[in-house]
């Protein structure tokens, strides 16, 4: 018994570490597989990490001309007397010039409305003064009558109205959501030309789109920014605005 005990064990022994065992052919093909898998993962992995370096970053620029659709005309017009009541007489003398001036225009009467009203007063030599400010806004889409009522704002002058610094019409587009997805659109097709143009010069070719920024909107006049004296605002406005798009680089 004794002799068959120790003859087992090597015989144990010795089949766990045949090289020829299929279990040990298997552990190595599964070792194997594993390797091969891992070594392609790992090189696709490096090598879209290096496409993901190739990319141009380009900005697209849209630009259109609008005609504005709000006219807002803000008039301001004082009188200054030794006593508030005359002061206030020659204020509402004003005020109904101004409400006649554009009822000749033929602007309804809820287009123009009071938005202020001031009373100061100023003592010099123990003679006190008062003035009455009063302030009036017109506020209209009928961008054609009130271009007219610009032209024709002498008329005021002839009233007897004096326009206080500041008063003046200015004009608002107030549609740029209906353009915005148009503008948008040029814009990024823009980039995609200079993108090309890059790719073309490099030997590369544009790939899809790795990230986009959208600039602000800008709403200027298009004749310049109505600064100076007698320029005064107009209803044509340019829109624009500046994408900032990072392409991929086949």
Do not use: C
């Not at 009188?79 to 602007?107: C, H, K, N, P, Y």
């Not at 123990?126 to 008329?155: F, H, N, P, S």
């Not at 002839?158 to 353009?179: A, H, P, Q």
Request: proline share 3%; glycine share 10%; aromatic share 8%.
């Amino acid at each position: 018994m004794t002799e068959t005990s120790e003859d087992a064990a090597p015989a144990a022994t010795h089949f766990w570490r045949n090289p020829s065992s299929p279990l040990v052919f298997g552990a190595a093909g599964i070792l194997a597989a594993g390797l091969v898998v891992g070594g392609y993962l790992l090189g696709d992995g490096l090598t879209r990490m290096k496409m993901a370096e190739r990319s141009v970053t380009v900005r697209g620029l849209a630009e259109r001309e609008v005609m504005a659709d709000l006219a807002t005309w803000t008039i301001s017009y004082s009188a200054t007397a030794i006593d508030m009541a005359s002061a206030q007489r020659s204020v509402d003398e004003d005020t109904a010039a101004i409400i006649a001036f554009f009822d000749s225009l033929g602007f309804p009467e809820d287009a123009l409305q009071p938005t202020g009203a001031n009373v100061s007063s100023y003592t010099s030599n123990g003679i006190t003064t008062y003035t009455v400010r009063q302030r009036m806004t017109l506020r209209t889409t009928d961008i054609e009558r009130a271009e007219r009522a610009v032209r024709q704002q002498a008329d005021l002058v002839r009233r007897g109205v004096l326009l206080e610094e500041g008063s003046g019409m200015s004009y608002t587009f107030t549609r740029l959501n209906d353009i915005k997805p148009e503008m948008v659109a040029e814009a990024t097709r823009d980039a995609r030309a200079a993108a090309q143009q890059f790719a073309e010069d490099s030997g590369a070719d544009v790939g899809g789109i790795r990230q986009a920024t959208q600039g602000y909107f800008d709403i200027r006049a298009r004749d310049g920014d109505g600064g100076g004296w007698g320029v005064a605002d107009t209803p044509y406005k340019k829109v624009r605005v500046v994408t900032t798009v990072d392409f991929y680089l086949d």
